[in-house]
């Protein structure tokens, strides 16, 4: 009854805390988001809607600069200026005189300002003196008298450049058509530019630059965010040089939210009605050709949809802790007595003998130390118990299981021996010593009178193993070069320690095959009466991946669960009968893969008399 109660109580404040910290997160969240990220998303636009004029302002000055190239020939002859400058009043002529015939000049220059912008549509160039129109349009050049054409108006009492609103192209009151090209279907916007005579402030010609908005929609776009804005730019007089999804191109804004503040070059302001519903952001541009402004309206819609989406998120993350309130309250009020159970069956298993025991409870509070304090005493004994007697059960173990094999291979040993015998009778020498060998190896491995043999024995051992692999693979394709050093060669070593590493020559090695394969054995004591065996072969090496996977292998502790001797059992065999101190070395170069095993001599006289007691 207890139990339930505490139980039905710690369910009851972990839903209070959990539903009251997650209501308020909510609705603080959503507020302060909200505001965050209008601040975010004002400063953000400004950022854009600045560096959009920026770029606006470099657009028009590029388009300035290529139209006052005109005047860079103006001390020539010849030039596109003094082309111009040359033309005169046919009436003020005297009877009889020739106007000179510049076409081809003005038509190349014409031809070389359309080249220097791709975005270039048309080129208008009218001559005041003889009310000429030149029109260069794709590359065609038209040229004609052309008294419909009226000149670029006055303001404020001179003729200045202006950037003309979009609108659809048209030919300039020319009547000479284009092949192939149907007029009024292309939005453009130009650029005037009256020519003077200089140093006078009298106009001779009126330059009109017609763009296509490709360039204009491209620095219109670095300005958006999403597609549910929308971005104007307007001229002084309000009519739109773009517009996104051009509705309003060509024509003047009467919404409401066009008329922006006096006075201000750039700013924001929100607008809320039935024609849109968000923030209005606008700056001012003045260039040398165009005065206007760029306005950008962000609606609330694109503007609050990531608060909407938090408050969704946090809502929801709500709920699942609401369910996981309700689980947690019942888990750890089980919680509290599953540790308890734990350490009374770990107690019980130490009382029956088990000291290798151990307590699955990794907790951090007064549980698990008590649990990890019971563990370290219990294995602290079992140490102190086991070492003593570790290398004693080994031994025993090794020659149990020799004990055990021994039986059959006499008999298979005996037989080889009569068989070597009879192939000397048949004058078959070759094959006496391959059985020799194998018997030899046989003998070897089955005998039992003690774990160590001197060094000499083991090398004799793989020699045998050699010679049996040589005969497979070939006599020319397999040499084995053994130099051992005299002194070296009577010292004690653990038996089949060459063994497994020669093995792992033909098994990785010579995996694919041998030819001119050579396996270097060396051993030598070197200065610190350490005993260094060296083992070397030409074969296909190893590989990197490989080869740190096999270096881990080594250094673990536990057993690996790999079947069979191997590199990892030679050094356990090392550690466990000679010294603590061996290592076993794996270098690996561009061919073959060198193996060194390093034995310390000065702790095996205490290690025999160990095994001798």
């Not at 003005?106 to 003196?129: C, E, G, K, M, P």
């Not at 893969?593 to 095996?604: A, K, R």
Request: charged share 20%; aromatic share 8%.
């Amino acid at each position: 009854m207890f139990k339930h109660s505490i139980r039905n109580r710690l369910m009851a404040l972990v839903l209070l805390a959990a539903v009251i910290p997650a209501g308020v997160s909510v609705i603080f969240s959503y507020l302060y988001t909200k505001q965050s990220v209008t601040e975010q998303s004002v400063g953000q636009n400004r950022k854009l809607l600045a560096l959009g004029a920026a770029n606006l302002d470099n657009y028009f000055q590029g388009i300035d600069q290529r139209a006052l190239s005109i005047y860079s020939g103006i001390n020539v002859q010849s030039s596109f200026y003094t082309s111009i400058l040359s033309v005169k009043n046919p009436n003020a002529l005297p009877k009889g005189t020739v106007q000179p015939d510049n076409r081809n000049i003005v038509s190349t220059q014409l031809y070389n300002l359309f080249l220097s912008d791709r975005n270039i549509f048309q080129i208008h160039l009218y001559v005041r003196a003889n009310k000429q129109s030149n029109t260069l349009l794709q590359g065609q050049f038209r040229r004609e008298y052309n008294p419909r054409y009226t000149p670029l108006p006055n303001q404020g009492g001179s003729v200045r450049p202006f950037v003309e609103a979009t609108h659809m192209d048209h030919q300039y009151g020319m009547k000479s058509g284009f092949p192939n090209f149907k007029a009024g279907a292309t939005p453009v916007f130009s650029a005037h530019y009256p020519i003077y005579r200089t140093p006078s402030h009298e106009v001779i010609a009126d330059l009109s630059l017609d763009f296509r908005l490709t360039e204009l929609e491209a620095i219109a776009k670095s300005m958006y965010n999403s597609d549910t804005e929308r971005l104007y730019i307007v001229d002084e007089q309000g009519k739109v040089l773009y517009a996104s999804g051009g509705k309003w191109i060509g024509k003047p804004i009467e919404a409401g939210w066009s008329k922006l503040p006096q006075g201000a070059s750039s700013g924001h302001f929100s607008w809320n009605n039935k024609e849109f519903k968000g923030i209005i952001m606008y700056r001012h541009i003045d260039s040398a050709i165009f005065k206007g402004n760029i306005i950008k309206l962000v609606p609330y819609e694109d503007l609050y949809r990531d608060a909407r989406t938090i408050s969704r998120i946090n809502t929801g993350i709500g709920v699942l802790f609401l369910i996981i309130a309700g689980i947690a309250g019942i888990l750890i009020s089980i919680g509290f007595t599953r540790p308890i159970k734990k350490l009374i069956s770990y107690t019980q298993k130490v009382q029956i003998g088990q000291l290798d025991a151990s307590v699955d409870l990794v907790r951090e509070d007064e549980f698990g130390v008590l649990a990890r304090k019971i563990t370290d005493m219990t294995r602290t004994i079992n140490d102190l118990i086991l070492q003593e007697y570790r290398l004693e059960i080994a031994n025993k173990t090794s020659q149990l299981k020799m004990l055990q094999a021994q039986v059959n291979p006499h008999f298979l040993y005996n037989a080889l021996q009569s068989i070597a015998t009879l192939s000397l009778r048949y004058n078959a020498p070759k094959i006496y010593d391959l059985i020799y060998s194998l018997g030899s190896m046989m003998r070897y491995s089955m005998t039992t009178d003690g774990n160590q043999v001197t060094l000499q024995d083991e090398i004799e051992h793989v020699q045998n193993y050699a010679a049996l692999q040589r005969e497979r693979f070939g006599e020319e394709n397999l040499r084995m070069d053994v130099d051992i050093e005299e002194r070296a060669s009577g010292i004690f070593v653990p038996k089949m320690i060459l063994q497994p590493l020669v093995e792992n020559i033909f098994k990785h090695g010579f995996r694919d095959g041998i030819k001119d394969g050579v396996i270097t054995i060396s051993g030598k004591l070197d200065a610190n009466g350490r005993l260094i065996i060296m083992v070397r072969d030409n074969g296909k090496g190893i590989p990197d991946v490989r080869l740190k996977k096999v270096r881990e292998c080594l250094e673990r502790t536990e057993h690996s669960g790999e079947d069979g001797i191997g590199l990892r059992n030679v050094l356990a065999r090392l550690r466990l009968q000679i010294s603590e101190r061996s290592q076993l070395l794996i270098q690996a170069g561009e061919y073959g893969v060198e193996v060194v095993l390093i034995i310390p001599l000065d702790d095996t006289a205490g290690r025999k008399e160990e095994r001798a007691e």
